[in-house]
Structure formats: structure tokens, C-alpha cells
Nanobody
Framework: QVQLVESGGGLVQAGGSLRLSCAAS????????MGWFRQAPGKEREFVAG????????YYADSVKGRFTISRDNAKNTVYLQMHSLKPEDTAVYYC????????????????????WGQGTQVTVSS
């Protein structure tokens, strides 16, 4: 069982920045593929960013490329999402996710590939 706890959400003005953190339990965090998703009111949950077990590969939704950066610290069992130039359309609940199964068919972009999810943290961007 893996527990994921997000933090760092809040209210920010458009153009501002926030850094989300996701602390994971488990002794093999360095083998997990990690992702961030978000869900805005009335919309489906969507992929935001993903990162490989080593941090050597990262993946982003087109809507956040150049503004958001995903990173991880395997010594701290933590993955981060640094968000800059925030827009009102970034307002959503942000979820951290972990893939521990390591299937070859895994896709960072698809919810179904992840095994565990955090409870979410609210990000609100005011105009």
C-alpha cells in the first residue's frame, strides 16, 4: 500500500507561482513512475505532468509546457510540481499519482496506468 499526500495548493493571482509537493510512503519510491493530474469543476480529470523513476524523463500536457516543471527527490520520497505564470484556467484540484506496477504498457498520460492517488490539493487562480 502506498500513501500519497499532496500539499502546497492555495489561492494565487494570475501570473503568480505555486509549488505543489507530494510525499509518498514506501521504501521503493525510487522505482515509482509519478504523475500529476488535475480536475476542474464540471470537467474530467486530465493529465498535467509525469516523471520517470529516475527523473531523467519528464512529460507535460501541451497546456502547461513551458510554465510547469515536474521534479522529484528520491531521498525525500517526494515529487514536486512547480507552476509559474498561472492562469485562471489552471484552477483545479491537483492530484498526485503513482505507478508501482511498472507494466511495459504504461502510459504517463492515462489515468488507468496509475495504481495510487492522493486526496488532492486545491489550486485557485484569480484573474
Amino acid at each position: 500500500q502506498v500513501q500519497l499526500v499532496e500539499s502546497g495548493g492555495g489561492l494565487v493571482q494570475a501570473g503568480g507561482s505555486l509549488r505543489l509537493s507530494c510525499a509518498a510512503s514506501g521504501r521503493t519510491f525510487s522505482s515509482y513512475r509519478m504523475g500529476w493530474f488535475r480536475q476542474a469543476p464540471g470537467k474530467e480529470r486530465e493529465f498535467v505532468a509525469g516523471i520517470s523513476w529516475s527523473g531523467g524523463s519528464t512529460y507535460y500536457a501541451d497546456s502547461v509546457k513551458g510554465r510547469f516543471t515536474i521534479s522529484r527527490d528520491n531521498a525525500k520520497n517526494t515529487v514536486y510540481l512547480q507552476m509559474h505564470s498561472l492562469k485562471p484556467e489552471d484552477t483545479a484540484v491537483y492530484y498526485c499519482s503513482a505507478d508501482v506496477s511498472r507494466y511495459m504498457s504504461f502510459s504517463y498520460y492515462t489515468e488507468s496506468g496509475y495504481d495510487y492517488w492522493g486526496q488532492g490539493t486545491q489550486v485557485t487562480v484569480s484573474s
